[in-house]
């Protein structure tokens, strides 16, 4: 039994929606069916959700909406239309927007039903059509299912009696169709997870019913081992675990919404990237275990927009407390940290710099001035991380040679390298500009 | 103007002593002469100042001390006769210790008086062959140089105002020997330093009377580039700068009490590393900067003991405080950290294993699951840390490739490294067992 998500391209015209009619029709193994709102067409469309936040945002806001709201019911009738399926359903559309705009709550619980029109009507939409192609098919609704949500508008964070409620759905007949993105409140209220939560319907669901595989189907054929804006066509990746992915989207990759995974990664539900345009690709699959071969490095991400705080104190190791000191400082400001290595008589503190202001840097400079008597303090911008990622990495003699005569032949210098911390990759900090000429050089090193 | 400290086995015996009269004499400029008690003359003697501690633990608790009396005055007397000075001396010597043993102090003072009698004696015997070879030298009490220090029996501080009394020392015609070791508090107490205190007596004189050098006359020609009994015949350190020093110092390079040299790198005084037995050497001098040559490693220094403690726990870089949290349970504990380099969704931090006693740890491992719900939590032993410490290495193209080099020759896995933090060091973690290979692996790749 499988769960199969489709994100916003893979859903995002009629034709596309034909693709994932096939895609479902293929396996019937694939009963799940969790759907996005539609995404762009081409590089200068609009997405969907987008034109509902617009809408959203005029109506409560008393200004003119129509506009908004042409376009959306325009959209969906295009769909609708090519998909020759039966102009109740844009009707049906109409009535549900025309209620949700006229909805007597507060605003931000407004916002989330009209932001959730677009998985919701697609996936009606999406149902309709499947039945229509001879697929014994139901649209389900997120309150039906199970999905039961804490009651953070725009944040809602799965509950955790909802699994059992959605497990219950593996023995109902056909083919469920079920709009991504929201949830509903132990109240009844519909709320929304962060963006790009559709992924986050997916993993629940994938959880929830123990599938064998949840398929996560986008527009790329699999993860690459390198950014392909680094390097041109990079290897592509087979099978990642959960943490290689996560240490590879810190800093990056945008596999996924970094949260979304949680549930299945609980679960243990193998999941795998494939592409709507190109079903019959292997794809990359993530999973709990993976076994380790000769190649240990699995990929290479990278990313800028860092910088250090280095601290110094003579003798700081004999301080207890230091260290915690000076997390605590960061934390008093709301500054989350990446990493922080610490020597004997020093501490630098990676953070990124969208999360340090110049008035944040000023207050949490003086204040380590003020309150740890340090020999020096200083702040370094500009600085890019690299991760080399791979299970079995740290027990393997030599990757860090490896690594470390990349850089030499790039001629980059390294300002810090991190292993050990983690058990499946090697962090590296340089200057930004360097970071082009590094990638490539570690991607021929390890790939080649 | 210098200041000159003999350590223990510099002070050891009348042939060492007349050395050292030869060293003052060899250079007007050594006015300040800071003594420690007598140390070992060969492998199985005793120290000084064991030997005072044994009688004055014996006294205090009501039991023989008489067998301890007689070796004290007796090596005293030895020193004494072999120096051809007045049997006076060692009669007052005599008078000091029966009178420090009635004193009617609490016993954390009276032991403090009694431990101090080693260095007191010998500064009074070394003053006296001075005079007696024609040098102008007078024996100086600490308290009359100025030495005022914290109530803290054992474990004196200097207090601030000390270092303005001591710049006056400066205008008196002569040479002075002071004892090292203890200071006296501002009620008048007499009070030690920790265990090798010595040098801290010399550190603070040298910053006191602003000396154009410290000279630090030991037993060793100098400092080696690496640890002698792993490597024979090593390169000799030539220069070193304070934080080079520190960074050696820290993992087994017992170059100095760590401590120690706080005020003389405070007030910028160079040090320097004599041998006793053979002046005419270079010696290895302790700057605050150097000229950074093609040879940016100065020296490899290692230690074992150490272990790490692993937590993981999944969107861990999300959680602001997490870290802190982590290091705040260790402070809670008493346990100082000495180094915590921490991943995306992990953070390790490496402990003394002499600090974390298998209750500790199981106190540590339990709250860290109850107070910060890890995905996982685990203890690893017997690491063994390496530090390669340089000016400049931070900044030097190749220096990480040349170190982790050696390792893949040495068929050792590295298990950590830290470089970035320290601007003078790279740190690496391997298992105990791999040390000696790794360090004369290491040694012959930045050494030969």
Redesign the interface.
């Known amino acids: 039994m499988k769960v199969a998500k489709f994100g916003g391209s893979s859903v995002a015209n009629a034709t596309q929606i034909k693709k994932v009619g096939e895609i479902i029709k293929g396996d019937q193994e694939r009963k799940f069916i969790v759907v996005s709102a539609p995404g762009k067409r081409h590089k200068d469309d609009f997405k969907m959700t987008d034109m509902l936040i617009k809408m959203g945002t005029a109506y409560i806001s008393n200004e003119e909406y129509e506009e908004y709201f042409t376009k959306v019911l325009g959209r969906f009738n295009e769909i609708i239309l090519e998909l020759n399926l039966s102009q109740t359903l844009i009707e049906e559309i109409e009535v549900t927007i025309k209620q949700t705009l006229a909805l007597n709550v507060d605003s931000n619980m407004k916002m989330d039903a009209i932001k959730a029109i677009g998985e919701d009507s697609n996936a009606k939409i999406i149902s309709a059509y499947l039945s229509d192609i001879g697929i014994s098919s139901s649209y389900i609704n997120p309150k039906e299912a199970g999905i039961i949500v804490s009651d953070e508008p725009g944040n809602a964070r799965i509950l955790p009696d909802s699994l059992a409620k959605i497990y219950t759905l593996r023995d109902k007949d056909g083919v469920f169709v079920i709009p991504g993105f929201f949830g509903y409140s132990e109240e009844g209220k519909l709320v929304t997870f962060s963006r790009g939560g559709s992924d986050i319907t997916g993993s629940i669901i994938a959880a929830g019913v123990q599938a064998s595989l949840y398929e996560n189907f986008t527009d790329v054929n699999s993860v690459y081992t390198v950014n392909p804006n680094i390097v041109e066509n990079p290897k592509e990746i087979t099978t990642l675990t959960y ?1 290689e992915m ?2 590879l989207s ?1 800093a990056g990759f945008s596999v996924f919404h ?2 979304a995974l ?1 549930p299945a ?1 609980r679960a243990r539900i193998p999941v795998c990237i494939k592409n709507t345009n190109n079903p019959e690709a292997r794809g990359t699959y993530i999973v709990a275990e993976r076994e380790v071969n000769d190649q240990c490095v699995s990929g290479i991400a990278s990313d800028t927009g860092f910088c ?1 705080l ?1 601290v ?1 104190k ?2 700081m ?5 230091f ?2 000191k000076l ?2 400082i ?2 008093d400001e ?15 503190v990676i953070i990124r710099e969208r999360n340090l202001t110049p008035e944040k840097e000023e207050m949490i400079i003086n204040r380590i001035n003020n309150e740890l008597h340090p020999d020096t303090v200083s702040l370094q911008r500009g600085i890019a991380v690299i991760m080399v990622v791979g299970e079995g990495l ?5 990757v ?2 490896k690594a ?2 990349a ?2 032949k790039a ?13 499946v ?3 590296f ?1 340089i200057q930004a500009n360097d970071l082009d000429k590094a990638i490539t050089a570690l991607y021929h090193s390890f790939f080649d």
């Not at 190791?317 to 407390?321: L, S, Y």
């Not at 740290?394 to 030599?398: A, C, E, M, R």
């Open positions: 943490k996560r240490e810190y970094d949260e949680i990664i250090s280095y110094s003579y003798l190791n004999r301080e207890i407390g260290g915690r997390l605590n960061l934390e709301g500054i989350s940290f990446e990493h922080a290595p610490s020597g004997i008589d020093n501490m630098s740290v027990n393997t003699i030599g860090a040679n470390t005569s850089f030499v001629n980059v210098n390294i300002e810090m390298i991190n292993q050990g911390s983690s058990e990759s090697m962090m900090g």
